[in-house]
């Protein structure tokens, strides 16, 4: 989209519109970068002083910030959320693809829904099925009986192996893998014996997944990724990871197998989360978090010590070293004045 008249702009986002309608909004910035035609907005008003300085033509903000506003602007509950929707509605992200290319390998067994797109040097393997509206980017490999659903879009270079299952509607990045063996094996005197991996991977609708991430198919069950999940970049996902609906993962995270997380959490980025065990819904992991045990009540979890000057954290570490020591002299101390 080239620009857009501010009217039907605020008319599209169901906001109460302030100033000249007529206004071409051609891009969004933020409050210090915008420009006359661009679009900017305002989600705390600890910032609302900045409106004086503020070049945009129009601004997203409460109606509380309105009287600090000297341009046209957008009133609205929640100007985040609707920042949001106004960069959807301003998109100018290219498809991964446009057409099927002429270099696309696509075996005539694989059913194409309407409106297909396939890039470069994608191949569509044996059996695969392919919902309408589905893009499937440069580089792409779509293995035997996977099955895409309607208006998903793969980014260059993704690979998708055998009877892997995506939704409707999901966005993967460059460089995801998605059904790669689980990291399963067995020990016989020494020797690793592997333990071919025959589950899949199964995802539900409207997940996005980042770039370079990798989400393990199951041992005997399956992965399952549930509807609107959101992974972010380099991700580990391991064998039989079950994730609910709704719940985020931040960049980084590794997952180990036979995990089962609930709906609407949050992994805070580069956690560490052992197997076998279950997270409830409604849990926050914050940052680096290492989670061992199953967690059982929703809230907010953290672990880890936070950066210190060297000089302070090589005490923290020197008092955690002798904890032990420390804490059986607490206990004599306790014994010997329980006596007395």
Known sequence: MSSIRLADLAQQLDAELHGDGSLAISGIASMQSAQSGQITFLSNSRYREQLADCLASAVVLTEADLPWCRSAAL??????????????????????????????????????????AVGANAVIESGVELGDNVVIGPGCFVGKKARIGAGTKLW??????????????????????????????????????????????????RVEIGACTTIDRGALDNTLIGNGVIIDNQCQIAHNVIIGDNTAVAGGVIMAGSLKIGRYCMIGGASVI????????????????????????????????????????????????????MSKRLKAVERKVGKD
């Not at 090589?314 to 032990?324: E, F, G, P, S, Y």
């Open 274 to 325: 052992n197997g076998h065990m279950e997270i409830c819904d409604k849990v926050t992991v914050t940052g680096m978090g290492m989670v061992m045990r199953p967690i059982t009540e929703p809230g907010v979890y953290s672990s880890g010590i936070p950066l210190q000057p060297n000089k302070t954290w090589r005490k923290t570490a020197a008092l955690v070293m002798n904890i032990d020591d």
């Open 75 to 116: 009133v609205v509950k929640n100007p985040y959320l609707t920042f949001a929707r106004m960069a959807q509605i301003l998109d100018t992200t290219p498809k991964p693809a446009d057409s099927i290319a002429p270099s696309a390998v696509i075996d005539p067994s694989a059913k194409l829904g309407k409106n297909i």
């Open 156 to 205: 260059a270079n993704v690979t998708i192996y055998h009877e892997v299952q995506l939704g409707s509607d999901c966005l993967v990045q460059s460089g995801t893998v998605i059904g790669a063996d689980g990291f399963g094996y067995a020990n016989d005197r020494g020797n690793w014996i592997k333990i071919p991996q025959l589950g899949t991977v199964v995802i539900g609708d």
